[in-house]
């Protein structure tokens, strides 16, 4: 717009002038001209751009996800008096909940990681040893994403519960007196159903990475005589590990963020974080408490989110750089 | 001299040919292992498929190894009040499809190549962060945002949406974000460098090009608005209900029958939705 303000301006204007006016000289003032032109548009676009991210960042996720979490923090820092920390001595001060963070987190390396164990040896034989019917399963994998985790742990009742399949044939197996299994309604239980509905969670980000593989590396290997632990750990690790870090922190963080699965089979017997935030905002309607609670939770689970990106961001630059 | 070198050289090349050789115990023992491993991805991940069905056509089924007799009866007896659960929770999966899917295409077309520094890092952020956020600790707060003065949600349904369009949006926008590819980015340049208007870029080039998103982007939203059971447990106003509510509180009081066949309606209707709406959407190849 205003060639006065680039730093063109000055030499072309004298570059017009010693030349008297020379048909070059003119088209460099005119591509001069038109180059700031140019900066200013694309100067006012970003500006533009700017007050509509702000302008998202305010109408849509200020009311969405700002703003309830501020108020959540907020309430569950305020006391009879202002600040306080009230709400936290009494979440953790009830007898009922203590040790709730302990068992959580016990749950929670149990069951993720045996989860991620399972989901990393299962696609990688998926990947790399497919037997009949591979695809099947791998499509029923992803048919698990979209099922919700409440009904695997319903479903489980009618295989693992006292009175269910399993239990039932075992007992006319064995000719017991009673049903052999009684561990659903509990630890056990939890632990089963967060194993079968988060381990597929694994396999799909581990098959992702797999497939990136340059397949002739292993071929290379194998011909130079390595044996299949050493390409397994020398070739294929090393360079699927991004892949596999990633799909392991997000199984961690959705065990921890579960609730249905803990709803269904834990709830009498077991608290966990979840449910004690949910029981005490709805049963006993004490938000403040439940706040606090929530805030501890929160805590947990976003530097586990933050430690998810962090990871994939260094997986995104990494295939960026082998590219 | 060449005779002597050859037996040197040959047993080489035969170590190096030796790996595809196996024994017939190794192989025997590996054929075990792929059947053991089959049988274990079908046990782990196929068989709950098929106990939702088969339990909810079962007559009776406790204390044997399969129903003991099957029956339609457990659909026949759906109350009025669970079909009103059922339709409650088809509108509000659309409601949050539709809504998440746009605002998702709003904010990956706002954020295109922005999401990196400044600003645009912070919108991209704060836009995926419900997906760290447990489902009953972002319920907690939208109830305690949106429960009294000067916003008081608590008794409408609204808040069901709220809370779920949260927990949705992370998902709608990286679905977009994923399709607004640099191939595109050439095409809309070319188009407006041409003198097309960017209302009629985004209409004529952006949005035909998104189709696939959006309808992937749609689908998951549906899918996940109707499983979705922690957030709205936490904020559901009395006298709503969608079917998850219904169904663990059934599974709650002990009725495993009528609460699978409810489960199976609910299962093959979003599964319908997914075909119709996914159907054709190309397989994602994640590079």
Redesign the interface.
Known sequence: MSSLSSPEAPASLTASASASASASAAADARRSASAASHRAAVKRRQRA??W???F??VV??GP??????V??VA?SLSGPHGFGLQAYAAFFGNPETRGVIGTTLWILFASAGLASLLGVA?AS?LFF?P????R??TR??E??V???????A??????YGS?G?VS??LQ?LFHLQA?PLDFLFGVGGVILAEV?FY??FVVRPTL?SF??LDMRLIEAA????A?GWMVAFKVIVPLAWPGIAAGTILCF?LT??E??IL??LG?AHLITL?VA??SS??VDLD?PT??AG?VV??VM??S???L??QVNRRKAKGAGHGR | MADELDPTVLPVMHMKARPVRRSLVVRMLGGLFLGFAALLCFWLFVLPVIVVALSSVAAHWSGTILPDGFSTRWFERLSSSDFDALTTSLEIGMGVAVLGTILGLWLALALEGRDRRGLGAFVDTIAMMPNGVPSVVLGLAVLIAYHKRPVDLSSSAAIVVFVQLALVLPFCYRCAAAALRPELTVLREAAASLGAPPSMVLRRVVLPQLVPAIRASLALGFALSLGELGATLTVYPPGFATVPIVVVGQVERGYYLPASALSLILLLVSLAALLVIAARVPRRRID
């Open positions: 751009a700017q509509h991210l702000l998202i960042a849509v996720l969405l996800v700002i703003y309830p979490l108020r959540l309430l299962l034989l040893k037997f009949p019917g591979a099947l399963v029923f994998l048919l698990f979209a099922f919700p985790s409440f009904l695997v319903f479903t489980l009742i009618f295989l009175q399949s039932i044939g006319r049903p079968v381990a597929p992702a497939a990136t194998r011909s130079l005589g044996s963080l921890l963020n609730f249905g709803l269904v709830s979840p935030i949910y905002a709805t938000l439940a706040a929530a939770m929160l689970s976003l586990l989110y933050a998810y990106r």
